[in-house]
């Protein structure tokens, strides 16, 4: 049931007519318009609904900057076998636009085990 009808269900519909091919020496006829009870004149209905819509939405975000302290991981047997890296310490990100526009600020404690 559409809107239009709960608001105003005594008001007629404007009615397209159907396009059929005309068969040659058949008249066409003219719209008709069927309407049930009288104008006016209102049903009522009482109803209830509910609904429940769970979606999963991926979070994109996009890395504006990062501060790093560059450590050396070494191989306990072998000092001259190592690896650098960098540890992240702060991580700035953001995500959407508009009013839905979300920046996010990470930072790690970055210890030593």
Request: proline share 8%; net charge negative.
């Amino acid at each position: 049931m559409s809107l239009e009808l709960i608001i105003r269900p005594f008001q007629t519909r404007d009615v397209t007519p159907v396009n059929r091919p005309s068969a040659p020496g058949v008249a066409e006829g003219d719209p008709v318009v069927l309407s049930f009870g009288h104008e006016g004149e209102i049903k009522m209905m009482g109803a209830s609904f509910s609904s429940n819509r769970t979606h999963y939405m991926e979070h994109k975000s996009v890395e504006l900057n990062r501060q790093v302290t560059p450590k050396r991981i070494e191989n306990p047997d072998d000092p001259d076998q190592f690896l650098m890296v960098e540890l992240i310490d702060k991580l700035t990100a953001e995500a959407n636009r508009g009013p839905n526009y979300q920046k996010t600020e990470y930072e790690f404690k970055n210890t030593e085990e």
